[in-house]
C-alpha cells in the first residue's frame, strides 16, 4: 500500500514538474518579425530597427533590440539584406538567440532616412551671398555649375557659405557651402560663378593730342566690365581735368592713369616737411626737394638738420614721407 502511494506521489510530481517547465520555456519564448523593407536613421541600425520582437521578457527583448547589424546607408540610400547576411550579422554578436520564432523575408530592403536639399536653391542662396558681399555693385552674376540636389540626415539644416579665393572677376569665383545638420557638418558642396562687375568709366570721347590737357568735351562716361581691364581706370571726373595725356588717343579708349601725365606739385629746390612712421609715432622734419615730383611719385630729399639724402614718396603738395 506504501509502495502504491509512493508512486502516485512521484507520478504527480513529475507532472508538474513537465507542466512548471512548460510555461516557464512558454513565458520565455520570443517572436522576431523583420519587415520586408524599414527606414532607419543614425550611424548604424539594429535589430530592433528592422524587426519587430514580441514576447513576455522584456530585458531579453531590450537586449536583442540593441544588436547592430551594420552601418546606415547614406541618407537616401537603400541596402538589400538576405537571410545569410543576416544570420553572419547575428552569429558576430554573440547574443543568446534560442527559444525564439522567426519570420524573415528571404529579402529585405533597408533605407536611411533622408531630406532632399534642391540644388537650385544652394545656387540661389550663393548668388545671393556674393551680392551681399559686393554690397550693392552693378554686377552680373552667372552659375557655371549643374548642382544636383543633396540628400541629408533629418535634422535643422544650416549653410555656412565662404569664398576660398575670393572673388574674381577675370576667372570663375569659387563658393564654398558647407552643409550642416542638427549642428554637425555633413557636406560641404562647391559651386562656380563667373562675376561681371561694370563701372561708369571714362572714356575718351573724341582724338586728343599727345601733351593736350584734359578737358570735359574730351571725356565721357560709359557702363564698362572692370573685370576685363588693367587697373588704373578713371570714375571721377574732378581726378581728370587739368591732366594732360603722353601721347596722341583716338576716340572710345578707356583712359588709363598710365595714358596721363600727373601734375607735378613739389619743384625741384622746394622746402618740404619729410615725415616717418616709426610704430604708432610720426615723426617730421625739414627738408629740401632734389627733384620735381607728382602725386604718389617717389623723389629724393635732403634733411636740412642732417644733410642726409633720402628717397621719399610725395603724400601731397609739401609733404614728403620716408621709411625708416
Known amino acids: 500500500m506504501k509502495n502504491n ?12 514538474g513537465i507542466l512548471f517547465t512548460v510555461s516557464t520555456v512558454n513565458a520565455q ?6 519587415a520586408a523593407e524599414s527606414q532607419v536613421k543614425g550611424s ?12 513576455d521578457d522584456s530585458n531579453r527583448i531590450a537586449e536583442l533590440s540593441q544588436i547592430k547589424l551594420g552601418s546606415t546607408p547614406l541618407p537616401g540610400r537603400s541596402y538589400i539584406f538576405t537571410v545569410e547576411l543576416l544570420n553572419t550579422r547575428l552569429s558576430a554578436a554573440n547574443a543568446d538567440l534560442t527559444n525564439i520564432a522567426w519570420q524573415v523575408p528571404q529579402q529585405f530592403k533597408v533605407t536611411a532616412l533622408s531630406q532632399q536639399i534642391d540644388g537650385q536653391r544652394l545656387v540661389a542662396d550663393a548668388e545671393k551671398f556674393l551680392k ?9 552674376i552667372t552659375s557655371l555649375s549643374q548642382p544636383q540636389d543633396i540628400f541629408v540626415p533629418p535634422g535643422t539644416v544650416d ?7 575670393g572673388i574674381r572677376y577675370n576667372s570663375p569665383t569659387n563658393v564654398s557651402i558647407g552643409v550642416q ?17 561694370y563701372e561708369q568709366v571714362a572714356v575718351t570721347s573724341r582724338p586728343i593730342a599727345a601733351n593736350e590737357t584734359i578737358t ?15 587697373p588704373g581706370y578713371f570714375t571721377d571726373l574732378n581726378k581728370i581735368l587739368g591732366l594732360t595725356v603722353k601721347r596722341q588717343l583716338g576716340p572710345g579708349l578707356v583712359l588709363n592713369d598710365s595714358m596721363v601725365a600727373k601734375p607735378i606739385v613739389i619743384k625741384r629746390g622746394q622746402a618740404v616737411n619729410i615725415t616717418a612712421k616709426v610704430g604708432d609715432i610720426e615723426v617730421s622734419t625739414s627738408g629740401v626737394a632734389l627733384q620735381n615730383g607728382s602725386i604718389g611719385q617717389f623723389i629724393r630729399v635732403q634733411n636740412i638738420n642732417s644733410k642726409k639724402v633720402v628717397n621719399g614718396r610725395i ?3 609739401s609733404t614728403v614721407q620716408t621709411q625708416i
Open 44 to 55: 548604424y541600425f539594429t535589430l530592433g530597427d528592422i524587426a519587430s520582437i514580441s514576447g
Open 181 to 197: 545638420v542638427s549642428g554637425r557638418m555633413f557636406t560641404i558642396a562647391k559651386l562656380r560663378f563667373d562675376v561681371k562687375k
Open 29 to 34: 519564448a520570443l517572436t522576431i518579425v523583420v
Open 216 to 230: 570735359p568735351d574730351a571725356i565721357i562716361f560709359e557702363r564698362r566690365d572692370i573685370g576685363r581691364m588693367p
Open 159 to 165: 549653410f555656412n557659405l565662404e569664398l576660398p579665393y
Open 132 to 140: 551681399n558681399k559686393l554690397n550693392g555693385s552693378d554686377v552680373l
Open 315 to 317: 603724400i601731397d603738395e
Open 5 to 16: 502511494l509512493y508512486r502516485l506521489t512521484m507520478v504527480i510530481l513529475c507532472v508538474a
